[in-house]
């Protein structure tokens, strides 16, 4: 894991400082809510529907064990929906933001009922609060720069945090590390002034194996880092992908760019955008509509744009071997403790012959560019509790794990679970017994039940539905392990709002929720993909009609299966039905699906 020097750990100490002044002039009523809106959304606060929420960095998703306890702690100390709730309650309806419930949920709705505070783990690999006071909010900034950590661009129209492969370093499809690379780049976008108010938010994600397991597509800008012909190493750039109201994946800028040259490029690329990209409407704002509307012109000026830097600025940012070096100093395999073994032969035997642990070893373990080592996914998926979602209780006992079985170092995965890179082949019978005790065994990982969702209308302010019980519901229709297995890898991501915090778009299945007159609704996608070998290439999915109630949405997605199951050829997999069979027929299977008997509503629906 990278390693704060002094000037890190001062940059952000003093930013929580900073922050700490700002909230109590703000509190004390010398800075009204407009003024203190950009301050604090440059540390990662916004204002939800019913509370804060703070936005937790996470460059590319590494954690440490110590990491992961002050989390819990947070989790535990600070994120508590009572007394969120009641602080907002004392706000009148003119200091409400402008993000209000009133202006964009004119229907009532009630607030969750929760007992406890929980972390969220996020598609980008960040970590999420919604329970956290704003009085509250300085101590927790103070407690999170205690272990390296902050909001720091994870909101507003800069760049956001750098993403990559959760088995970065340990992948034996990998060409080269981009750890290293993602962290230099972090370290060049961390407040770069030429760049703090771009047309939109701005979106990095590199990869550095054969198999994408980023989305990097689906990034305002992707890299892949490949060897030439001369074997030179070097990335491939696109610009272009992304989400929302109109889904595109990035297209090829550059098919090979010299490794040192990635800042001096990424510059032009940015300087592009901040200088053509639209500032008069939200919704065009963003990068991708820059390039499909302008691509041959934009390539050509980025490449303009990088002949002076390079060239006749004499390449401010180019990264030195020396450099290089340095970085990757923080990124080598961590010194392995001894495995943790299960010292009891039957119980070790009985445990090794079990099923589930059978079908654990095949869905949630990887293997490892160490033939010695594995990478272990720890499962946030489970029953009475919001995909990604994981309590104080858990965090702790997952730092646990982490010390224990993993050299003190893991992952927050693209699918919002956690997972171990360095864990020895001898200890998983011992890990999985322990992972059970915890709830976070079950063997589903890339299955239906390991969906994606996000927060959704629960708490977000933006949203139109509520994620988190359709989530429930479908989860508690398909919980038969064998029958899961049986149908095989599913991406369902489901997302409350077009915004696509849940990636719906990438979804094999995919859910959004719509508002029709007040009423929650979902459009239902087909056919999407993130970008994986087992997908192929990235692409978004196709609606296959008018939206459906949420009575209907589990008939939909039954009669989609169903269908699968009775017409896939043997070990055809549903993304590979959905190629050969067409689009249409799934789409008139599930329009059928509305004349079904409805089911009876989920709970809190």
């Given at each position: 894991?990278?390693?704060?020097?002094?000037?890190?750990?001062?940059?952000?100490?003093?930013?929580?400082?900073?922050?700490?002044?700002?909230?109590?002039?703000?509190?004390?009523?010398?800075?009204?809510?407009?003024?203190?809106?950009?301050?604090?959304?440059?540390?990662?606060?916004?204002?939800?529907?019913?509370?804060?929420?703070?936005?937790?960095?996470?460059?590319?998703?590494?954690?440490?064990?110590?990491?992961?306890?002050?989390?819990?702690?947070?989790?535990?100390?600070?994120?508590?929906?009572?007394?969120?709730?009641?602080?907002?309650?004392?706000?009148?309806?003119?200091?409400?933001?402008?993000?209000?419930?009133?202006?964009?949920?004119?229907?009532?709705?009630?607030?969750?009922?929760?007992?406890?505070?929980?972390?969220?783990?996020?598609?980008?690999?960040?970590?999420?609060?919604?329970?956290?006071?704003?009085?509250?909010?300085?101590?927790?900034?103070?407690?999170?720069?205690?272990?390296?950590?902050?909001?720091?661009?994870?909101?507003?129209?800069?760049?956001?945090?750098?993403?990559?492969?959760?088995?970065?370093?340990?992948?034996?499809?990998?060409?080269?590390?981009?750890?290293?690379?993602?962290?230099?780049?972090?370290?060049?976008?961390?407040?770069?002034?030429?760049?703090?108010?771009?047309?939109?938010?701005?979106?990095?994600?590199?990869?550095?194996?054969?198999?994408?397991?980023?989305?990097?597509?689906?990034?305002?800008?992707?890299?892949?880092?490949?060897?030439?012909?001369?074997?030179?190493?070097?990335?491939?750039?696109?610009?272009?992908?992304?989400?929302?109201?109109?889904?595109?994946?990035?297209?090829?800028?550059?098919?090979?760019?010299?490794?040192?040259?990635?800042?001096?490029?990424?510059?032009?690329?940015?300087?592009?955008?901040?200088?053509?990209?639209?500032?008069?409407?939200?919704?065009?704002?963003?990068?991708?509509?820059?390039?499909?509307?302008?691509?041959?012109?934009?390539?050509?000026?980025?490449?303009?744009?990088?002949?002076?830097?390079?060239?006749?600025?004499?390449?401010?940012?180019?990264v030195t071997q020396a450099e290089l070096e340095r970085v990757s100093r923080c990124f080598v395999a961590p010194a392995l403790q001894a495995p943790v073994l299960i010292e009891d032969a039957d119980q070790r035997q009985a445990i090794t012959q079990d099923k589930a642990y059978q079908r654990w070893l095949h869905?949630?373990?990887?293997?490892?560019?160490?033939?010695?080592?594995?990478?272990?996914?720890?499962?946030?998926?489970?029953?009475?509790?919001?995909?990604?979602?994981?309590?104080?209780?858990?965090?702790?006992?997952?730092?646990?794990?982490?010390?224990?079985?993993?050299?003190?170092?893991?992952?927050?995965?693209?699918?919002?679970?956690?997972?171990?890179?360095?864990?020895?082949?001898?200890?998983?019978?011992?890990?999985?017994?322990?992972?059970?005790?915890?709830?976070?065994?079950?063997?589903?990982?890339?299955?239906?039940?390991?969906?994606?969702?996000?927060?959704?209308?629960?708490?977000?302010?933006?949203?139109?539905?509520?994620?988190?019980?359709?989530?429930?519901?479908?989860?508690?229709?398909?919980?038969?392990?064998?029958?899961?297995?049986?149908?095989?890898?599913?991406?369902?991501?489901?997302?409350?709002?077009?915004?696509?915090?849940?990636?719906?778009?990438?979804?094999?299945?995919?859910?959004?929720?719509?508002?029709?007159?007040?009423?929650?609704?979902?459009?239902?996608?087909?056919?999407?993909?993130?970008?994986?070998?087992?997908?192929?290439?990235?692409?978004?999915?196709?609606?296959?009609?008018?939206?459906?109630?949420?009575?209907?949405?589990?008939?939909?997605?039954?009669?989609?299966?169903?269908f699968y199951v009775s017409h896939r050829t043997a070990g055809e997999h549903l993304i590979d039905a959905f190629k050969r069979i067409g689009f249409d027929a799934f789409k008139e299977v599930a329009n059928q699906a509305r004349l079904a008997p409805l089911p009876a509503s989920p709970a809190g629906a």
């Amino acid at each position: 894991m990278y390693q704060y020097t002094p000037f890190d750990r001062q940059f952000v100490h003093a930013r929580a400082d900073q922050f700490r002044d700002q909230l109590e002039r703000h509190l004390s009523g010398s800075l009204s809510d407009e003024e203190f809106r950009p301050l604090r959304l440059q540390n990662g606060w916004y204002v939800q529907r019913y509370a804060p929420m703070l936005r937790v960095a996470v460059p590319y998703g590494e954690l440490s064990s110590q990491q992961l306890r002050v989390l819990a702690t947070i989790a535990r100390q600070y994120d508590r929906p009572e007394a969120a709730l009641f602080e907002s309650a004392q706000k009148t309806q003119n200091q409400i933001d402008a993000h209000s419930l009133v202006k964009h949920h004119p229907r009532p709705v009630k607030a969750p009922s929760l007992t406890q505070g929980y972390a969220h783990f996020t598609t980008r690999q960040n970590v999420q609060y919604n329970w956290i006071p704003l009085s509250e909010a300085a101590n927790v900034m103070d407690l999170l720069a205690s272990v390296d950590m902050h909001g720091i661009q994870t909101s507003g129209n800069c760049i956001r945090n750098i993403t990559s492969d959760e088995l970065a370093g340990v992948a034996p499809d990998e060409i080269a590390d981009p750890r290293p690379f993602g962290e230099i780049l972090r370290q060049w976008s961390t407040l770069h002034p030429e760049f703090a108010f771009l047309p939109r938010k701005f979106k990095i994600a590199i990869s550095g194996a054969k198999e994408d397991r980023a989305a990097t597509a689906w990034h305002d800008v992707g890299l892949f880092l490949e060897k030439n012909a001369q074997g030179e190493l070097g990335f491939q750039v696109l610009v272009g992908g992304g989400m929302g109201r109109t889904p595109i994946t990035g297209v090829v800028i550059r098919e090979f760019l010299p490794w040192s040259q990635i800042i001096n490029y990424l510059e032009a690329v940015v300087r592009v955008y901040n200088r053509w990209g639209r500032r008069d409407n939200i919704y065009k704002a963003r990068i991708k509509i820059l390039v499909k509307a302008e691509r041959a012109k934009f390539t050509q000026e980025v490449e303009e744009e990088f002949i002076r830097i390079a060239h006749d600025d004499a390449g401010p940012h180019t990264v030195t071997q020396a450099e290089l070096e340095r970085v990757s100093r923080c990124f080598v395999a961590p010194a392995l403790q001894a495995p943790v073994l299960i010292e009891d032969a039957d119980q070790r035997q009985a445990i090794t012959q079990d099923k589930a642990y059978q079908r654990w070893l095949h869905q949630n373990v990887a293997l490892h560019k160490n033939p010695a080592l594995r990478a272990v996914t720890l499962s946030f998926k489970r029953l009475g509790q919001a995909p990604g979602d994981a309590t104080p209780e858990q965090l702790e006992r997952s730092a646990d794990l982490v010390e224990r079985f993993s050299s003190g170092e893991a992952r927050v995965t693209h699918s919002q679970n956690l997972l171990l890179p360095w864990v020895h082949l001898e200890s998983l019978p011992a890990l999985y017994l322990q992972a059970q005790a915890l709830g976070l065994a079950q063997g589903n990982i890339g299955l239906l039940s390991d969906m994606i969702a996000c927060p959704g209308g629960d708490y977000c302010a933006l949203a139109n539905a509520r994620s988190i019980p359709l989530a429930a519901h479908i989860s508690e229709r398909y919980q038969d392990l064998d029958e899961l297995e049986d149908l095989g890898p599913i991406d369902l991501h489901i997302s409350g709002c077009i915004n696509s915090c849940g990636h719906h778009h990438s979804g094999h299945i995919g859910i959004l929720g719509v508002d029709k007159d007040g009423q929650e609704w979902y459009q239902v996608t087909l056919g999407g993909s993130d970008g994986s070998d087992l997908s192929g290439e990235a692409s978004p999915g196709r609606v296959v009609g008018p939206s459906f109630s949420v009575h209907e949405v589990l008939d939909v997605i039954e009669a989609i299966l169903n269908f699968y199951v009775s017409h896939r050829t043997a070990g055809e997999h549903l993304i590979d039905a959905f190629k050969r069979i067409g689009f249409d027929a799934f789409k008139e299977v599930a329009n059928q699906a509305r004349l079904a008997p409805l089911p009876a509503s989920p709970a809190g629906a």
